[in-house]
C-alpha cells in the first residue's frame, strides 16, 4: 500500500482532534512567541488557525499526512510527546487559573 492510500486511524483521529481545538492554537501561539521572543501584541492570542496547527503538526511529526502518523513509529512517539507537552501546557494553565 502506497503512502497516498494509506488510511489514517487512532494516532491520526487524535491528531486531527488537536487540530481543531482552539486551545491547541493558544498553546501553540504561546509556543512561538517563547522560541522567537515576541509580545502578544506581535503575535496575539488566536493566531494559529486549525490548518495551520495541523500544519504545524505534520511537520512536526514528519509526515506530508496525518493519516501517515499511524504507519510510522517516529510519527507516533512524536504526536504522543506533543500531546503529553500540551497537556501538562493545559495543566500549567490551570494551575495559574488561566484556562
Known amino acids: ?8 486511524g ?3 483521529r487524535r491528531a486531527a482532534m488537536l487540530c481543531t481545538n482552539p ?7 504561546q509556543r512561538r512567541r517563547c522560541a522567537h521572543n515576541v509580545t502578544i501584541e506581535q503575535m496575539p492570542d488566536g493566531t494559529h488557525s ?3 496547527c495541523a500544519d504545524w503538526l505534520r511537520e512536526a511529526c514528519g509526515v506530508k499526512s496525518r493519516a501517515e ?7 507516533s512517539a512524536m504526536l504522543d510527546r506533543i500531546i503529553a507537552d ?10 495559574r487559573g488561566i484556562a
Open 1 to 8: 500500500m502506497s503512502n497516498s492510500t494509506q488510511k489514517g
Open 10 to 12: 487512532q494516532q491520526a
Open 23 to 29: 486551545r491547541f492554537g493558544l498553546y501553540l501561539d
Open 50 to 52: 486549525p490548518e495551520d
Open 69 to 75: 502518523i499511524d504507519h510510522s513509529q517516529a510519527a
Open 86 to 95: 500540551y497537556s501538562a501546557w493545559e495543566r500549567q494553565q490551570r494551575q
